[in-house]
């Protein structure tokens, strides 16, 4: 069969031969191509970053626990921060303060929580505390979640809709082309009871591929897609809802895996409008991920934000590594949903502890009476995923960031009566198919507090990748806290994403001219 390439081009799709080019990127010879073995390399050349689009929330303020003793928060388990800074970090550079989401970067990595009992409770809770690296007066608590895992034998079945953007912003060695790696790699992961569709979109949108089971047959539909118009994005995403709709399987996982670099410049380009357009199909059961591509245009504000209003998670894929990793070893966390609307409430005693704040998480953050709400929409987590969440907290009697003020109360008998309770942990998660929530209550013992000592191991790398991500964030509350002390408190490491991390954090101290 001829070398052929699918483009998108207006509202039908066309099929066109696509040129051999050779090493240089000038189109090869036909002897050329005839040439056993013969490969050209992708070569990505770094593009100039300043019209991509971030949504960055200030740093997360401090709280006096008098004033505000009660933290909300929907968990997130998205991870598209810490590649997107990683490809910053690969071209010499500093990220944007607005692309770096701590949360993010500490979920990115696995932690030695506990496995969950069972299903009824779908993940177990852990808690601990140490003293703060950077702030003498601090501790760190944190708060783990891990969702127990699934033998491929007992996955629903899924009905996957790929949804691509082939449009000519798309056409770029570290965007389609890395699409296509990506995408054939979930396709290899496929069941028997599984289905794929494909709808593509540029100028319009089309459908590439109907349902199938035939791995052969998507993967040759994706081999000969290329890239070519205008970005009609909300069209786009209507086509694969409604393929969605057409292939639905009741009690399996009905998703549209949106592949883009966010670059929706014609038809529906309102964000207003594709998040109502999301937050329907999310209520009827079709949910959302999407993954983002790119350099140079990259809307990650956008990427991100419809993500969790789609009940789905976000991944940004800079190399075929990350593919793998996103769509292959951590396929079942991303697609199959074991607990939804799950929100954290954290509620501190101020006889035991003065101040405090939430790292990361800003843009995930709940209002109190929302927590009870279960008609308030929280993040979802996956087969065998997990959530971290840390807080810095002031013991009271210490010095905290914030001095004294001159007409605060002392803390209430009902707290003083407590102080053998740090903090109070609740959660409430629904099962897949529920509607009612369950709740979960943890303590935190103050006791804790006088027999925590420096993190160690898993406690003190997850506390190094939240300095990371507070570093790069230009968290002024740092004390000084330098990239050469992230280094140090991470320690050496076997694991090979921990390896990776170890270099970007020295990658970001000589970008930040050294320290």
Same mark, same amino acid.
């Given at each position: 069969?001829?070398?052929?390439?699918?483009?998108?081009?207006?509202?039908?799709?066309?099929?066109?031969?696509?040129?051999?080019?050779?090493?240089?990127? *000038?189109?090869?010879?036909?002897?050329?191509?005839?040439?056993?073995?013969?490969?050209?390399?992708?070569?990505?050349?770094?593009?100039?970053?300043?019209?991509?689009?971030?949504?960055?929330?200030?740093?997360?303020?401090?709280?006096?626990?008098?004033?505000?003793?009660?933290?909300?928060?929907?968990?997130?388990?998205?991870?598209?921060?810490?590649?997107?800074?990683?490809?910053?970090?690969?071209?010499?550079?500093?990220?944007?303060?607005?692309?770096?989401?701590?949360?993010?970067?500490?979920?990115?990595?696995?932690?030695?929580?506990?496995?969950?009992?069972?299903?009824?409770?779908?993940?177990?809770?852990?808690?601990?505390?140490?003293?703060?690296?950077?702030?003498?007066? *601090?501790?760190?608590?944190?708060?783990?979640?891990?969702?127990?895992?699934?033998?491929?034998?007992?996955?629903?079945?899924?009905?996957?809709?790929?949804?691509?953007?082939?449009?000519?912003?798309?056409?770029?060695?570290?965007?389609?082309?890395?699409?296509?790696?990506?995408?054939?790699?979930?396709?290899?992961?496929?069941?028997?009871?599984?289905?794929?569709?494909?709808?593509?979109?540029?100028?319009?949108?089309?459908?590439?591929?109907?349902?199938?089971?035939?791995?052969?047959?998507?993967?040759?539909?994706?081999?000969?897609?290329?890239?070519?118009?205008?970005?009609?994005?909300?069209?786009?995403?209507?086509?694969?809802?409604?393929?969605?709709?057409?292939?639905?399987?009741?009690?399996?996982?009905?998703?549209?895996?949106?592949?883009?670099?966010?670059?929706?410049?014609?038809?529906?380009?309102?964000?207003?409008?594709?998040?109502?357009?999301?937050?329907?199909?999310?209520?009827?059961?079709?949910?959302?991920?999407?993954?983002?591509?790119?350099?140079?245009?990259?809307?990650?504000?956008?990427?991100?934000?419809?993500?969790?209003?789609?009940?789905?998670?976000?991944?940004?894929?800079?190399?075929?590594?990350?593919?793998?990793?996103?769509?292959?070893?951590?396929?079942?966390?991303?697609?199959?949903?074991?607990?939804?609307?799950?929100?954290?409430?954290?509620?501190?005693?101020?006889?035991?502890?003065?101040?405090?704040?939430?790292?990361?998480?800003?843009?995930?953050?709940?209002?109190?009476?929302?927590?009870?709400?279960?008609?308030?929409?929280?993040?979802?987590?996956?087969?065998?995923?997990?959530?971290?969440?840390?807080?810095?907290?002031?013991?009271?009697?210490?010095?905290?960031?914030?001095?004294?003020?001159?007409?605060?109360?002392?803390?209430?008998?009902?707290?003083?009566?407590?102080?053998?309770?740090?903090?109070?942990?609740?959660?409430?998660?629904?099962?897949?198919?529920?509607?009612?929530?369950?709740?979960?209550?943890?303590?935190?013992?103050?006791?804790?507090?006088?027999?925590?000592?420096?993190?160690?191991?898993?406690?003190?790398?997850?506390?190094?990748? *939240?300095?990371?991500?507070?570093?790069?964030?230009?968290?002024?509350?740092?004390?000084?806290?330098?990239?050469?002390?992230?280094?140090?408190?991470?320690?050496?490491?076997?694991?090979?994403?921990?390896?990776?991390?170890?270099?970007?954090?020295?990658?970001?101290?000589?970008?930040?001219?050294?320290?």
């Amino acid at each position: 069969m001829a070398d052929q390439s699918i483009s998108v081009t207006g509202a039908r799709l066309a099929v066109a031969p696509s040129p051999s080019r050779n090493r240089t990127g *000038a189109v090869r010879s036909e002897a050329e191509a005839a040439m056993p073995g013969y490969y050209t390399p992708p070569v990505v050349v770094p593009i100039d970053p300043g019209n991509e689009r971030y949504d960055g929330e200030e740093v997360s303020p401090v709280k006096i626990v008098s004033a505000e003793p009660v933290s909300t928060f929907s968990v997130d388990v998205d991870t598209g921060a810490y590649a997107n800074a990683r490809r910053f970090l690969r071209q010499g550079v500093t990220p944007p303060r607005d692309a770096v989401r701590t949360e993010e970067m500490i979920n990115y990595f696995r932690y030695d929580y506990d496995r969950p009992r069972g299903r009824e409770v779908p993940f177990s809770v852990t808690t601990d505390l140490a003293k703060s690296p950077w702030n003498g007066s *601090a501790y760190l608590m944190r708060i783990g979640l891990r969702g127990y895992d699934i033998e491929s034998s007992e996955r629903p079945p899924a009905n996957l809709v790929f949804l691509m953007d082939v449009s000519g912003s798309m056409n770029s060695p570290d965007k389609l082309p890395l699409v296509k790696t990506a995408l054939s790699q979930l396709a290899g992961e496929l069941g028997s009871q599984d289905k794929v569709s494909i709808v593509v979109y540029a100028g319009a949108a089309g459908l590439v591929l109907d349902a199938t089971n035939d791995t052969k047959a998507i993967r040759r539909a994706l081999d000969q897609l290329s890239a070519g118009g205008s970005t009609a994005g909300g069209a786009g995403i209507q086509l694969a809802y409604n393929i969605a709709e057409d292939n639905f399987i009741e009690g399996g996982v009905n998703r549209v895996i949106l592949a883009t670099d966010g670059d929706f410049n014609v038809g529906q380009t309102n964000r207003e409008q594709l998040v109502e357009m999301v937050e329907k199909n999310r209520d009827r059961g079709i949910t959302l991920t999407t993954l983002g591509f790119g350099t140079g245009n990259y809307n990650e504000a956008l990427m991100e934000q419809i993500a969790n209003k789609g009940n789905g998670n976000y991944a940004y894929i800079d190399s075929a590594l990350e593919a793998k990793k996103v769509l292959g070893d951590e396929m079942s966390s991303t697609l199959f949903t074991i607990a939804k609307d799950v929100k954290i409430q954290v509620e501190f005693n101020p006889a035991v502890i003065s101040q405090y704040r939430l790292v990361g998480y800003e843009n995930r953050a709940l209002r109190e009476e929302d927590f009870n709400n279960d008609a308030v929409d929280a993040g979802d987590i996956g087969a065998g995923h997990q959530v971290t969440a840390i807080y810095e907290v002031v013991p009271t009697g210490e010095k905290g960031w914030i001095a004294p003020r001159r007409y605060e109360d002392q803390p209430s008998a009902a707290a003083t009566r407590q102080m053998a309770e740090a903090a109070h942990v609740r959660l409430r998660f629904k099962l897949p198919d529920g509607d009612t929530s369950q709740l979960i209550e943890r303590t935190v013992p103050a006791s804790a507090l006088d027999s925590a000592g420096d993190p160690r191991g898993d406690f003190a790398f997850a506390a190094a990748v *939240a300095a990371y991500g507070q570093i790069l964030r230009g968290d002024n509350l740092m004390m000084g806290f330098t990239h050469d002390d992230v280094g140090e408190l991470a320690g050496r490491q076997s694991n090979f994403w921990r390896q990776e991390f170890l270099e970007l954090n020295a990658l970001a101290g000589a970008a930040r001219g050294g320290g």
